[in-house]
């Protein structure tokens, strides 16, 4: 455009033009109306809007980020602004190009692609797969393998949302493994930073005797939807989902941001068909000492995956992006309150929502603690599934070879990975059972479940994780053999969770016993000790109850706890049940020696 008919700049306006301006937007404020007022193509102003040019009379708009002001926004925040983490491919090949780490920002945008720059802690990449219902091919596990040989540490680590990581990748490395994750029909995208994680689900969905709904496609449809729909990354912190089929195991759901459970109502309910449906929890998040509430919303499970996506949504546009400690949907459900986050996202359905008390629906099968250890009988005649330990959920890649190939010998080629750290060999006939357990027991794996050390859970640790103040995957390895050396049992099963930090990976507060790392006052590396929590039936938060423990003195403390659960429980009563009717102090009285 000849520059002689081009709007001029603001601060080019004549005296005559500028006087013009202020006093029109004065006469305008003051009538409540802001009429066109803009510059026509002969650089001269104008009330009709027809002439062209935009708005001069508007105040001018304000830089934000779903409102929020810029200059209001948290460090991660303006990082993601500046730009996407879906958009840092050129920046991967060249960093892998030139064998070199990235800035932190980079850092925190590698995390879109699920790769973690974890030093100091080991100065090399981590990955972390989106694998939805954890459930794995024995390809996949085989290729995983391969990679971890090649490129990593030789070793997957099964971790708290039935997913794996890998371990210690150069910078060179980093699209290669990239690639070959791709190749096997899996992906990372979206597996850190504050994006959707992994989807959870019962691990024995479509075999489960007392199941009320296969939930495994819809874990998978909401994988989909997230991974094909670019709004739905970089949200304001990081967010789960989860899906409870109501069988005999349990997925955790109630730890999650969504947390759907698959219920049934029967015949009489007023206003509502029987059948098949999910029942919405929202709000877990068990670092901060919550679980998802039941909100008393009745869904089809076909409206599961829209309403998540909408929810998704609504928290992405009003989560707060200014205060990374209250960027969780939990902290927008207290500010708002639950009715008017759901009444937000049903006005993007199209479809009402139906709301019916928790106790029209039928009561849900009690949860199995253990049912993720042992042999059990699938509903399919003739097969069984072998649940096996994988202590602290580590894998060397030659165990992996092996289960791959138990698989495809024994069953279908299958294996799930549970949210306990565990996996679970499926679809197994009567008849080889015996040799399938054989064979897990050589590779390094045991079927046979211990009522105290079948469940001992821990985060990475800070022998990979720049966040923990204590090997916690080793000082869970030294408790659990502690454990079974003195063949300590229970009546009940037990679960023992040991987290490195506030973070809180692996949901110490949700455990019988749980601890978090602290390093001492004289350096040493320890743990504050909390007992009593739990999810499903048993959902509540552990209270602690010894602070600064060393890390050496924990097997025996642990030990000691059990066995005053054994010498003071009631017949019948589970360890969480004891602890409860305790008041702090008398379970201090009790266990110290």
């Not at 960027?327 to 986050?341: C, I, T």
Request: negative net charge; contains cysteine.
């Amino acid at each position: 455009m000849n520059s002689a008919t081009s709007m001029p700049p603001t601060d080019e306006f004549t005296t005559e033009q500028k006087e013009y301006l202020q006093g029109f937007m004065a006469g305008a404020m003051a009538s409540g109306q802001i009429p066109f007022v803009g510059v026509d193509p002969s650089g001269k102003l104008t009330g009709d809007p027809a002439a062209g040019g935009p708005h001069l009379g508007l105040p001018p708009e304000e830089d934000t980020v779903f409102g929020t002001p810029v200059e209001d926004l948290c460090k991660p925040e303006l990082i993601k602004r500046e730009l996407n983490g879906l958009d840092v491919w050129e920046r991967l090949v060249a960093h892998a190009e030139a064998n070199k780490f990235p800035d932190d920002a980079d850092c925190f945008r590698f995390k879109f692609f699920g790769l973690f720059h974890v030093a100091p802690a080991q100065d090399s990449f981590m990955m972390r797969l989106r694998i939805p219902a954890g459930i794995v091919t024995s390809t996949q596990l085989r290729g995983l393998a391969d990679l971890a040989d090649d490129l990593g540490n030789g070793r997957l680590d099964i971790t708290t949302r039935a997913n794996f990581q890998l371990r210690e990748f150069a910078p060179k490395s980093i699209v290669d493994v990239l690639t070959r994750v791709q190749d096997l029909g899996l992906t990372s995208k979206g597996a850190g930073a504050d994006n959707v994680r992994n989807i959870t689900a019962t691990p024995t969905a479509g075999f489960d005797h007392t199941e009320i709904l296969d939930v495994r496609p819809y874990a998978k449809a909401v994988h989909h939807y997230i991974l094909n729909h670019r709004d739905l990354y970089g949200l304001p912190r990081k967010f789960n989902i989860a899906f409870d089929g109501g069988g005999t195991i349990s997925a955790a759901a109630d730890t999650n941001d969504i947390a759907f459970f698959a219920c049934r109502v029967g015949e009489g309910v007023a206003g509502v068909e029987s059948g098949i449906y999910f029942r919405v929890g929202l709000g877990g998040i068990t670092g901060h000492k919550d679980f998802a509430k039941d909100t008393g919303l009745l869904i089809k499970p076909d409206q599961a995956v829209p309403l998540a996506a909408a929810m998704l949504r609504v928290f992405n546009e009003n989560g707060d992006r200014t205060n990374r400690k209250k960027a969780r949907l939990k902290y927008l459900l207290e500010k708002w309150g639950v009715e008017k986050f759901i009444a937000t996202a049903e006005e993007r359905l199209a479809f009402d929502l139906v709301r019916l008390p928790l106790d029209q629906c039928e009561p849900r099968q009690p949860v199995l603690k253990h049912g993720h250890v042992g042999v059990y009988r699938q509903k399919q005649a003739g097969l069984n599934y072998l649940g096996a330990i994988a202590l602290v959920g580590r894998v060397q890649s030659g165990q992996a070879r092996r289960l791959a190939d138990l698989a495809d010998h024994f069953g279908t080629g299958e294996i799930r990975l549970t949210v306990w750290q565990n996996f679970l060999l499926p679809n197994i006939p009567n008849a080889f059972v015996p040799s399938v357990e054989r064979s897990l027991e050589r590779i390094g794996f045991t079927t046979q479940g211990s009522t105290t050390a079948g469940c001992v859970i821990a985060c990475t640790g800070n022998k990979g994780c720049k966040y923990a103040a204590a090997d916690t995957k080793g000082h869970a390895v030294a408790l659990a053999e502690h454990l079974r050396k003195n063949d300590r049992q229970t009546d009940l099963p037990i679960n023992i969770h040991l987290t490195g930090c506030p973070h809180s990976c692996a949901q110490h507060y949700c455990g019988d016993i749980g601890g978090v790392a602290a390093k001492l006052k004289d350096g040493r590396e320890g743990y504050h000790i909390v007992l009593g929590g739990g999810v499903d039936q048993e959902q509540g938060i552990g209270r602690e109850i010894f602070k600064g423990v060393g890390a050496e003195e924990l097997p025996g403390l642990v030990d000691r706890i059990i066995a005053t659960y054994q010498e003071n429980h009631d017949t019948g009563e589970s360890f969480v049940e004891w602890t409860r009717r305790h008041e702090i102090g008398e379970l201090q009285e009790l266990i110290s020696p």
